[in-house]
């Protein structure tokens, strides 16, 4: 079985891997229409189309970067450099520690460090713009990010050195859970209580995308939620009292306008309103 999964990944088409994109974003707005976290007010088809345009732009940077993340896996293997080389694990066990270390290094560092780098910021805030968080949301970043995103990726591949099965994995399964995590659904208490003691859920990740700090400044994680715990930065709140969007940006007509949302990162950098600690949601 676990051969069978290697095996896969190391020889994952591109149709295979757009599958699992396309197939993702279907699934979950199968579930959002089902059971919604929130009956957002929204033209769903606009609102999609906005953020299909960041998706297609992410999806021609990842492909003409591509080759160097090859590379740079081929190149740790070969020359047995990185944690995964260092410690001559079994291929479970590199499954397991490599998928939990490029989690960290990949996606929940470099997303912290988004969010306290201000150049880096203005890129990533175009993210948290969208005022209708759902499945569709997941990827909505600026180029700018995606090569941002990119090089993490590229920095966490050496570090672990991962090779490209599990880089592979890895990838699939941040696409997935990222659509899952963003997804306008609503699981039973008692589910998203097991699910998130592993893995990052919709309850949890809503929270990063309320308007207002320190909430956006919360929750992390894009697959294992425990990150969030160890460094404490994981918040549970009342999530129908969420509002969506980043205080700085909250004018729908700016938000919504695709080339203005190409410009933000290069116009002067808005403060975020200074709250009261004693306002909650």
């Known amino acids: 079985m676990l051969d069978t999964i290697v095996d896969y990944f190391a020889n994952i088409s591109s149709l295979h891997r757009t599958i699992i994109l396309v197939g993702g974003i279907t699934f979950f707005s ?20 906005i953020n299909i345009f960041f998706t297609l732009t992410t999806i021609i940077v990842n492909f003409f970067l591509a080759f160097i993340l090859v590379k740079s896996s081929d190149w740790v293997v070969a020359n047995d450099f990185g944690v995964m080389q260092w410690l001559n694990l079994s291929t479970l066990s ?42 569709t949301s997941a990827n909505r970043h600026h180029p700018g990010e995606s090569v941002i995103r990119f090089v993490f990726t590229i920095m966490a591949t050496i570090v672990v050195g991962a090779p490209m099965w599990l880089v592979f994995l890895y990838q699939s399964m941040s696409v ?15 589910l998203d209580k097991i699910l998130v003691s592993v893995i990052c859920t919709p309850n949890m ?3 990063h995308h309320h308007y207002r700090m320190p909430y956006s400044d919360s929750n992390y994680g894009n697959i294992f939620s425990f990150w969030d715990r160890i460094f404490t930065t994981y918040f549970r709140v009342d999530n129908s009292k969420l509002n969506y ?20 990162p290069f116009l002067p950098y808005r403060k975020h309103i200074e709250y009261s600690e004693k306002e909650v949601l």
């Open 30 to 49: 199968l579930i959002e229409s089902a059971i919604p976290l929130m009956s957002l007010n929204y033209k769903r088809w606009k609102h999609a189309g």
């Open 245 to 264: 969007g980043v205080d700085t940006h909250m004018d729908p007509k700016e938000v919504n306008d695709i080339k203005y949302m190409l410009k933000v």
């Open 94 to 135: 590199m499954l397991i520690v490599g998928l939990l270390l490029l989690d960290f290094l990949g996606a929940w560092l470099a997303h912290w460090v988004q969010h306290h780098v201000q150049w880096m910021w203005k890129f990533h805030l175009i993210h948290h713009s969208d005022q209708n968080v759902d499945t």
């Open 176 to 190: 997935v859970l990222s659509q899952f995590n963003h997804a306008n659904i609503v699981l039973p208490t008692w």
């Open 205 to 207: 990740h809503h929270v």
